[in-house]
């Protein structure tokens, strides 16, 4: 949901200005306040890392490291959230947001659903 979710926030009927807004001044932000910006950015890949714990638990997902892997999950869909902001779509916000997820579960030792849609990307 963390990640999905947040992608699909840039899909144009939802918010058409604000993924520049908040990409800019991320980048304002980075450039000032570097050690600010890491701190504020934890709880997010802390927030993933729970979920990765509670999904290992479940025997849904085996991360090899749930600290790292939230953080590389949270870095990931932030540097994707921060192009497609600014890029003209070559593919639909859904698309792209069901070819990550199917990207990252592999990652995260989950298996792919075979009717999991990919674009041809």
């Known amino acids: 949901m963390y990640i999905v979710g947040t992608l699909r926030s840039l899909r144009p009927d939802i918010n ?9 001044q991320h980048w304002r932000l980075q450039q000032l306040f570097p050690e600010e910006m890491a701190q504020a950015n934890q ?53 792209m947001v069901e070819h990550l997820w199917a990207f990252c579960l592999p990652a995260l030792r989950g298996s792919v659903p075979r009717d999991l849609p990919v674009s041809g990307r």
């Not at 058409?16 to 800019?24: E, N």
């Open 43 to 95: 709880p997010i890949a802390d927030l993933i890392a729970r979920e990765l714990r509670a999904a290992a638990e479940a025997d849904l997902l085996h991360p090899h490291d749930p600290d790292a892997d939230g953080w590389l999950a949270m870095k990931l869909v932030m540097s994707v959230f921060h192009h497609y902001a600014y890029a003209r779509e070559h593919e639909s916000i859904d698309d």
């Open 16 to 24: 058409s200005t604000g993924p520049q807004f908040i990409t800019s």
